[in-house]
């Protein structure tokens, strides 16, 4: 795990203020947390995180040795990324939450779903792929956490789905979504009317229009004209 190593500082003082400079100074605040220890501030190197994140498949699911020091208090923890808050403009990192590990406890985490292969009902019947969830949420030991997990949509026709449920996971990984989750579909394409037939509808509306506006101007005449026979 020698490339997963960090090194981060403890933080005493709080607040936007101190973020600020922080920030300034090429630094983020951050906290870690976990198996009951009450949080601890420390602030850290962006590029750092980045750099360990960037280089490993398991992106936020990567085990970090993070070397904590400042005010005697030397020492590893081992953790992951639970949160990152990021710029919306330029995607720099702000802030960065971590929660300790137990390698001897199962944690939770969000892993990615992959789908493979290429449905029939897109080969064949020229339906669109449709995929409407991309993490699921399972529970595992720390060292057993998938990078992803597949979904093969191969035989996928279309108007049929995949859901959770058919996910198949790794040994001893438990699943925590919903099962009836759907994940994949395969829809129809949208077929636009022929022009020809285009042209008879709006001929078909022009002349209910017309007919509509006929109406009114009969009954007016009628009325005149009884009007007439009665003076």
């Known amino acids: 795990m020698a490339n997963n190593q960090m090194t981060a ?10 973020a600020r400079k922080l920030r300034a100074a090429g630094r983020i605040p951050g906290v870690f947390y976990g198996n009951g220890e009450k949080p601890v501030s420390i602030q850290l190197d962006p590029a750092e995180l980045n750099r360990v ?3 490993s498949d398991a992106g936020m699911n990567t085990l970090i040795d993070l070397s904590i020091v400042g005010n ?3 020492g590893e923890k081992l953790v992951l990324v639970k949160e990152i808050q990021s ?5 720099s990192y702000l802030h960065a939450d971590f929660m300790t590990v137990d390698l001897t406890s199962t944690i939770q985490v969000t892993v990615r779903i992959q ?13 669109i ?12 030991m720390p060292t057993a956490i998938p990078k992803e997990v597949e979904l093969d949509v191969t035989e996928l026709s279309v108007g049929q789905s995949l859901h959770v ?5 790794p040994e001893g990984v438990k699943l925590l979504s919903d099962g009836d989750l759907s994940v994949v579909s395969v ?10 037939d285009s042209e008879e509808a709006e001929g078909d509306e022009a002349a209910a229009g017309e007919g509509a506006g006929d109406a009114p101007e009969k009954e007016e005449s009628a009325a005149d004209g009884g009007e007439g026979d009665n003076s």
């Open 72 to 74: 005697g208090s030397d």
């Open 9 to 18: 500082e403890l933080r005493t003082a709080g607040g936007k203020g101190v």
């Open 115 to 127: 789908v493979t292969g290429t449905a029939e009902g897109v080969r064949l019947e020229g339906g």
């Open 87 to 91: 710029d919306p403009i330029t995607g």
């Open 53 to 55: 994140l960037t280089a």
């Open 165 to 169: 449920r058919d996910i198949v996971l």
């Open 129 to 140: 792929l449709d995929q409407v969830l991309r993490e699921i949420e399972l529970e595992c």
């Open 187 to 196: 829809i129809a394409p949208k077929e636009d009317l022929p022009e020809e």
